[in-house]
């Protein structure tokens, strides 16, 4: 009776169903997505073609073989010729059965096929076109818009499949993706185009001449990486065209523009210079709107630009021609400059050539001549590899900024690579002078010079204003030094890097405001004392191995990375002697390079009192490693509250002889918080993660990175990825790792 029931039930369904009425269900399929339309076949016996009445077609990865799409995002790499094979027999069976149904509206193909899929991929288009289809969209990528070494010569579209025998053409709307086009007259196919979008086509100058001419109805066209096209002329004044959009056809290099319908157009590419005859909506809808706009909106506006962008902005309108030059910071580099060279390699310096250097002068004397009728400027960035011969160029820029009260000065003479090659005549001489503006205070507060040399008139009264100065490869004398510091009397940041020619760093003027001092690599200098009570962070990167604090009261993070021959003797002084000049240190980051294997700790254990977060960057950690520093450390910092270790472990490391290393038995009260980065779960390692778990007793959370963490100076790091194998741990030293470590500590893992 039971099953009687049930029976009785699916028969009601199914006649409710059925019993639908045609223009409901046709309604209901219309709402759906094609493939939600195809899967209602397994509604109902009545409903197994019901899908046919579906309006546009949607033949993709997703629709045709979902399997697949479901492997990786990176579909196109998965490709293989049975995937094709099985997706051309899939569409072939759609649309065999589609011819059934009713007018089409649109088609879209989008897979990696090719010129040996020609027959059945014509075959489609043309029966869509029989049915009257609008909107034709075949992209043989399937979406990815490039094409790989494996897929054989691109399908040659034939325009003719556009026309159906004893029909107007019904096809408004033509989208083609990486496909060449035939030979064939297209003036009849393209007839009834309203809109025409070609993306890695090779579209030659004499197919887009008879496109223009003969598709009366078009207003829309949109040309994507057509590398064939050389020439672009719209001179039929009268086409109905509102919409242009040209993007990345490489080889292009004349435009002619005669359009009095058009509207809108977008650009991306080389050209610099555009020929527009007669193109009056254009300019009337940009102007009618953008004109009006109230100056302190429009100022605001291209304050939220980058400088390259704002500069842009003066094809928008004629009203808007010298836009840019209210932009207040100023970036003269190859990518705002010289573009093209920029984008031809990442090694931009060692492309660059003598035309190269006059083109890059000519535009940015153009550009501060320009600038000059703009208001006050920020800031001016120069960083391109020029030299002494252009000293007047130079001079010039840095002048008509001081004279519109900039506030920052940066000129990288390197272009940002931070080396000279030798094809670089003699290096740009500053004339600290300049910064000072006839009958005005001087407003420059922010200073940074690269590769380039200091006069030596007096600089008193040239760097009175500074409150930050950065040097680097600059030729800075003690000299030079003594007069910057006694007169900088408004400085709270200097950075010093690679000055070769300093010897001794000497700051005694106490009540210096000096807040932020870094030295790096000035290879020469061997002598350093320092006075300065604001003092606040000091970081050094070099040789020496001893340092005069004499009265650095406020002085509570530093920073050592100790290199060359007295590495070792300039680790000992950081782990012994500092304790002593710095009593008042919080943080404390040291560098040590090949310094762990080759000193003997100090016998007896300094005290720093006040040091909470410690950080300590071994490279390379290596697992020969007798882990004798982390006791010394341990004990010697008592109060620390933060300990932060960055490992660098080659990845040929082989395994420990010394497994049996006797650490001596430390409890640290107050460690709170151990960061280890660059870990890959060896031997000597799992054994100094075990000691340091159990020596620090209040542990609350301990950070775990296979990545390494690299300091760049003043609180900015950043992890890097070197591609090694220990860059993700495994799932078993995951585990391997928990096991170690007490439940009741949490552990975070990166």
């Known amino acids: 009776m039971g099953q009687q029931q049930k029976s009785l039930k699916l028969m009601k369904n199914n006649d409710v169903i059925s019993e639908l009425p045609d223009d409901i269900v046709s309604q209901f399929i219309s709402l759906l997505s094609f493939k939600e339309a195809v899967r209602t076949s397994i509604v109902s016996k009545s409903w197994m073609l019901i ?8 033949c993709d990865v997703s629709n045709i073989l979902e399997s697949l799409s479901e492997e990786s995002r990176d579909v196109y790499f998965l490709v293989r010729q049975d995937h094709r094979d099985k997706f051309v027999e899939r569409v072939d069976h759609i649309m065999q059965r589609r011819c059934k149904g009713p007018k089409m ?20 288009i043309s029966r869509a076109v029989m049915m009257g289809v609008e909107k034709i969209s075949l992209d043989l990528t399937g979406g990815f818009g490039f094409v790989t070494s494996d897929v054989p010569r691109a399908y040659s579209f034939p325009l003719a499949v556009l ?40 579209l030659t100058d004499q197919q887009l001449d008879i496109m223009l001419c003969n598709c009366s109805f078009l207003e829309k066209l949109v040309l994507k990486s057509c590398t064939e096209l050389v020439n672009f002329k719209l001179t039929n004044r009268s086409s109905r065209l509102r919409f242009l959009s040209i993007k990345s056809c490489c080889r292009l290099n004349y435009f002619e523009l005669d359009a009095e319908n058009l509207e809108i157009f977008e650009y991306t590419g080389q050209i610099d210079r555009f020929m527009f005859k007669h193109v009056p909506k254009l300019a009337e809808k940009n102007n009618d709107v953008i004109s009006e706009l109230p100056d302190d909106i429009v100022s605001q506006f291209i304050s939220l630009l980058s400088f390259k962008e704002a500069v842009r902005t003066s094809i928008v309108s004629k009203s808007w021609m010298l836009i840019w030059t209210t932009h207040k910071d100023i970036v003269c580099d190859v990518s705002n400059i010289l ?7 990442r090694d931009v310096y060692f492309l660059v050539r003598q035309d190269h250097r006059d083109k890059f002068v ?11 009728k703009g208001p006050k400027m920020n800031s001016i960035v120069i960083s391109f590899p020029l030299s002494n011969e252009h000293e007047s160029h130079i001079t010039n820029w840095i002048s008509r900024a001081v004279m519109m009260g ?25 004339p600290l002078a300049v910064l000072i503006s006839p009958g005005k205070a001087c407003s420059v507060k922010h200073l940074q010079l690269a590769s380039c040399s200091l006069d030596s008139l007096s600089i008193s009264n040239s760097l009175a204003s500074l409150v930050t100065l950065e040097l680097q490869n600059v030729n800075l004398t003690d000299q030079q ?10 400085l709270e940041k200097l950075v010093l890097k690679s000055c070769t020619e300093l010897v001794n760093f000497k700051l005694t003027n106490r009540s210096s405001r000096l807040r932020f001092l870094s030295i790096k690599s000035c290879c020469r200098l061997n002598y350093f004392e320092l006075d300065a009570e604001n003092l606040e962070i000091f970081e050094y990167t070099g040789q020496i191995d001893r340092f005069m604090f004499k009265h650095v009261p406020k002085l509570a993070e530093v920073y050592f990375c100790f290199c060359g021959s007295s590495r070792v003797e300039s680790a000992i002084y950081a782990l012994s002697q500092l304790a002593n000049d710095i009593p008042q240190l919080k943080i404390l980051n040291m560098v040590w390079i090949r310094v762990n294997l080759a000193f003997q700790l100090p016998e007896g254990v300094p005290t720093f009192i006040n040091i909470k977060h410690l950080v300590l960057t071994v490279f390379p950690f290596l697992d020969e490693d007798k882990l004798g520093w982390i006791t010394f450390i341990l004990k010697a910092a008592p109060f620390l509250k933060n300990l932060q270790l960055n490992q660098f472990i080659s990845s040929f490391t082989r395994q420990s002889e010394v497994h049996d290393r006797q650490l001596p038995e430390v409890t640290h009260m107050n460690l709170r918080e151990i960061e280890i980065n660059g870990y890959q779960g060896n031997y000597h390692e799992k054994e100094l993660l075990k000691y340091l778990v159990n020596s620090a007793v209040k542990l609350d959370l301990l950070v775990i990175s296979p990545q390494v963490k690299v300091y760049k100076g003043l609180n900015d790091w950043c992890y890097e990825d070197l591609n090694l194998p220990g860059d993700k741990l495994s799932l078993e030293k995951i585990e391997e790792l928990h096991s170690m470590v007490p439940k009741a500590i949490r552990v975070r893992i990166i």
């Open 406 to 430: 900039v506030e920052k000065i940066s000129l990288d003479l390197t272009g940002g690579f931070g080396f000279v090659t030798s094809d670089v005549p003699r290096a740009y001489s500053f």
């Open 105 to 124: 509206n649109s088609i879209v193909i989008s897979f990696p096929l090719s010129n040996e899929h020609e027959s059945h991929i014509t075959n489609w």
């Open 339 to 345: 573009e093209s060279l920029s984008e031809e390699s």
């Open 362 to 372: 000519e535009r940015v004397d153009h550009i501060m001549q320009r600038r000059c």
């Open 481 to 490: 030094l003594d007069i910057m510091l006694c007169n900088c009397s408004f």
């Open 163 to 202: 026309i159906s025998p004893g029909k107007a053409c019904s096809v408004k709307h033509l989208q083609l993706a990486s496909c060449s086009l035939d030979s064939l007259s297209i003036s009849n196919s393209l007839a009834s185009l309203v809109t025409l979008e070609l993306q890695n086509v090779n």
């Open 51 to 58: 899908w046919t009445t579906h309006k546009d077609i949607v």
